[in-house]
């Protein structure tokens, strides 16, 4: 298996870690909404996918905005 990193290109996909360390690949176009959380719990955005599912993402709003660009 492969190892793969936070912010990897698989040919259309972009590679994420959420909170609890699982990896998922996104297209980042299917990603609807980034929302920066501000619970005092440091840099973490909430991502809104399809079907109103959503992914915290342990990392700084424009990371994650970097990545999906």
């Known amino acids: 298996m492969e190892?793969?990193?936070e912010g990897d290109r698989i040919g259309g996909y972009v590679v994420l870690r959420?909170?609890?360390?699982r990896l998922h690949a996104?297209?980042?176009p299917a990603v609807q909404a980034v929302s920066q959380l501000?619970?005092?719990?440091g840099d973490e955005c909430m991502l809104t996918l399809p079907?109103?599912?959503l992914l915290r993402v342990p990392?700084?709003?424009?990371?994650v905005?970097?990545?999906l660009s």
Not at 18 to 21: A, W, Y
Not at 38 to 41: L, P, S, W
């Open 3 to 5: 190892d793969y990193e």
């Open 65 to 67: 905005l970097d990545w």
């Open 18 to 21: 959420d909170v609890d360390g």
């Open 38 to 41: 501000d619970d005092g719990g």
């Open 59 to 63: 990392r700084s709003f424009g990371r």
């Open 51 to 53: 079907g109103g599912r």
């Open 26 to 28: 996104l297209r980042a």
